[in-house]
């Protein structure tokens, strides 16, 4: 059979050392080998020919060593994220990382200038032991307004000398995009908490809303950027989401009911029930998705938290694809809290109305402290993420200590008690011609301020029949003749606009005041009712003098049916 022509072996020898010999005539005789004499011989005999081995002494190698470390840098430097480059005096680029090289020309070109200044200050402060000199730190803003920091350190040579500055430089666009949101966390927070007892005074509760709506509106535009959103609170009793305040014309979740639930009830529903924020980057591919603002195209869903409880959702829409990233999420969940203690300072959670009706500034500042707590650990964890961006963390901080001073005008705004203000003993009523002997309807699901109308208008000489539930209002109204009905808005069984609806029906010339608490008012109930010929609104709290001076005008303004 006729032998396999196997391939001699390509052998590289380094130096020649007289022990060798032998070594060296064995491999000639059966593989291919050359010899060198020095390193960069070797070197070049690499690079221009493949070997399968070589051999040298241990010293003859010593020099890879350099090489292979050199090779290790010049990787980490082609891979960095951070541009590095060397500048000479004169602001000529003597060498440059691909990343900085890849940064836009207007940033080369400051980098470079900076480098000089460097250069120029660093000779004139030049010190005996200038080893000791540290570099300068520059702040780069572009025309297209993006960021960028660097450092510039002076070169010294062995003769000490400053020969050449070199400088790191990198993108801060993120980082100031970030230092900017907290900037607008913490002013969008103490705006929506700051509350001035005296201004406030001379506010009824709808006026209170209002102003409300015109700093969250204000504030999340500073801090994300969109005008779309939509506030929805929890009916603990019905486990019901109801719409109170939002902007950018929401489409179907303000005309439908949304239960907490993760099935059914949109991605508002299912943040509500699942207490975590929800990300929705393309509302075409969510099935949870229940239209919002027209021509959305992204959501962010948030829970609002009072401590350890969900009272509600804040849902911001955005008309762009992938429009919120995990940094909004993050923000806007501490937002979620300032807007939690707004809401509750402000008295709009209808569904905590019976808690909070009579209670003290004390008892409301034992529930605000806990979510003050959780605002103030939230940012701890924040703190501690952002190591190394001083200037955010001390933002952060700043925020910690504007949480610690909400605790004073919460005290001081929430001392008054909602529902009637200013209701005295019946001894002290007289009767009134104009309402001795009028037949009136009070409908109202609240005890306290139900018993109170009720005896007040007695006091004046009015017979009363007083219900706690919209089923029963709606049946009386329906058979019975009313002088005048006073209805809540929300009620168990039927709502302040159905008993309206039903006194209109039996007689068009009943009049009707509706009563609602914190503002609410489901499906625009009251502009919907002021069409059809409301007499008036009383938003509680509401005084004495108040209630009786509305009753009074509609009595007046009453024509025969």
């Not at 001073?405 to 001894?427: C, D, F, W």
Request: hydrophobic share 40%; proline share 4%.
């Amino acid at each position: 059979m006729p032998r396999t022509s196997v391939k001699p072996m390509h052998v590289l020898i380094l130096g020649s050392p007289q022990s060798w010999e032998d070594l060296g005539e064995w491999l000639e005789a059966r593989a291919r080998v050359e010899r060198v004499d020095t390193f960069e011989a070797a070197l070049e005999a690499l690079e221009s020919e493949p070997y399968d081995i070589v051999i040298s002494c241990a010293a003859d190698l010593i020099p890879f060593k350099s090489v292979f470390f050199s090779e290790q840098a010049s990787v980490v430097l082609d891979t960095i994220s951070q541009g590095v480059c060397i500048i000479d005096e004169s602001g000529e680029l003597v060498w440059a990382n691909p990343k900085m090289l890849g940064f836009p020309q207007e940033v080369r070109d400051r980098v470079s200038q900076c480098c000089v200044e460097t250069f120029r200050w660093a000779t004139t402060q030049a010190r005996e032991d200038t080893s000791e000199m540290r570099g300068r730190r520059f702040s780069i803003t572009t025309s297209e307004n993006q960021h960028f920091e660097m450092t510039a350190t002076p070169v010294i040579d062995l003769d000490k000398r400053i020969t050449k500055v070199a400088s790191i430089v990198w993108d801060s666009t993120e980082s100031r995009r970030l230092q900017d949101k907290i900037d607008a966390l913490d002013q969008a927070g103490r705006e929506l908490v700051r509350l001035d007892a005296e201004q406030f005074s001379r506010l009824d509760v709808q006026e209170r809303l209002s102003l409300l709506e015109q700093k969250i509106l204000r504030s999340t535009k500073e801090l994300l950027h969109f005008d779309n959103f939509a506030i929805f609170v929890l009916d603990r009793s019905r486990q019901k989401l109801d719409l109170v305040l939002s902007s950018g014309q929401p489409g179907a979740q303000a005309h439908m009911e949304l239960l907490v639930s993760t099935e059914g009830n949109g991605i508002v529903g299912f943040v509500a029930a699942r207490g975590r924020s929800y990300i929705c980057p393309d509302v075409s591919l969510d099935s949870r998705y229940i239209e919002g603002i027209p021509g959305a195209k992204s959501s962010l869903t948030v829970p609002l938290r009072l401590h350890d409880r969900i009272i509600g959702v804040a849902n911001f829409e955005s008309t762009k694809r992938n429009a919120f990233s995990e940094d909004d999420r993050q923000f806007a969940e501490i937002f979620g809290r300032y807007l939690a203690i707004a809401l509750h300072i402000l008295e709009l959670l209808v569904s905590e109305r019976h808690t909070t009706t009579g209670r003290l500034g004390s008892d409301v500042m034992a529930q605000i402290t806990g979510p003050l707590n959780d605002i103030l650990t939230e940012v701890e964890g924040l703190v501690e993420d952002y190591i190394g961006h001083d200037d955010l963390r001390h933002r952060l901080r700043a925020i910690s200590e504007h949480a610690v001073m909400i605790r004073e005008s919460i005290n001081e705004v929430t001392s008054r008690k909602p529902g009637l203000v200013g209701a005295r003993s019946k001894s002290t009523f007289r009767c009134d011609p104009e309402l001795t002997g009028k037949k009136v309807l009070v409908a109202d699901d609240e005890d306290i301020i139900r018993d109170t109308i009720r005896d007040v208008l007695t006091g004046y000489g009015c017979e009363v029949t007083a219900v706690g539930d919209g089923g029963s209002a709606y049946e009386l109204v329906s058979r019975e003749p009313f002088d005048l009905v006073l209805s809540d808005i929300k009620m168990p069984g039927k709502n302040g606009y159905e008993i309206f609806a039903a006194a209109k029906e039996a007689n068009g010339a009943t009049p009707v005041i509706l009563i609602t608490g914190f503002g609410y008012d489901p499906n625009h109930a009251i502009v919907r009712a002021r069409r059809e010929g409301l007499s008036a609104v009383l938003f509680k709290p509401f005084k004495v003098d108040q209630l009786l001076s509305e009753i009074r005008a509609a009595l007046k303004s009453a024509k025969p049916a």
